[in-house]
C-alpha cells in the first residue's frame, strides 16, 4: 500500500518519508486549510498524521490477507505548530497476533518534539 492509493492522505497532503518494517516517517506542510482559529495546526490534522505514520510502521509486518483498524489513539500535544512541515515518526512496539501496538513522536519544522502518542490496532483477516 502506498499513500497514493488513501484518498484522506492525499488531502491533508501526508507524504512517506520513510517506510520499513515496524518504523514509518510521515510527514505533512502545515497549509492554511489545516489551521483552526489563532493560526495554530488543527489537533484532528496532527492526529491524521500520526495515525498514518503508526498504520505505515505497521503494513509492511502485514501478510497479503491481513489488515488492521485502529482500536484506541492517545496523543499528547506538547507545543502548537504554526506553519512549516510536521514530522511523524512511528514505531511498532509490540506485534502480537491479534493487537499491534505503536508509538509516535511528532516533530515540527524545528526538530523540536510536539507531541507523543500511543495507539492499538487490531489485525484483521480478508
Same mark, same amino acid.
Given at each position: 500500500m502506498t499513500l497514493d492509493e488513501i484518498p484522506f492522505a492525499k488531502l491533508l497532503g501526508i507524504e512517506a518519508d520513510l517506510v520499513e518494517p515496524g518504523h514509518a516517517v510521515l510527514s505533512m506542510k502545515i497549509r492554511e486549510e489545516l489551521l483552526r482559529n489563532g493560526g495554530i495546526a488543527h489537533g484532528g490534522a496532527i492526529a491524521?498524521?500520526?495515525? %498514518? /505514520?503508526?498504520? +505505515?510502521?505497521?503494513?509492511?509486518?502485514?501478510?497479503?490477507?491481513?489488515?488492521?483498524?485502529?482500536?484506541? @489513539?492517545?496523543?499528547?500535544?506538547?507545543?502548537?505548530?504554526?506553519?512549516g512541515t510536521a514530522r511523524a515518526s512511528?514505531?511498532?512496539v509490540r506485534a502480537g497476533r491479534?493487537?499491534?501496538?505503536? %508509538? /509516535?513522536?511528532? +516533530?515540527?519544522?524545528?526538530?523540536?518534539l510536539a507531541a507523543t502518542a500511543l495507539s492499538t490496532?487490531?489485525? @484483521?483477516?480478508?
Open positions: 491524521a498524521l500520526i495515525d %498514518s /505514520a503508526m498504520a +505505515f510502521a505497521i503494513v509492511p509486518l502485514l501478510s497479503e490477507n491481513e489488515r488492521t483498524i485502529t482500536v484506541d @489513539l492517545t496523543i499528547h500535544y506538547m507545543r502548537p505548530l504554526i506553519g512511528a514505531r511498532v491479534r493487537i499491534v501496538t505503536v %508509538s /509516535a513522536e511528532l +516533530f515540527d519544522s524545528q526538530e523540536k490496532y487490531l489485525r @484483521l483477516s480478508v
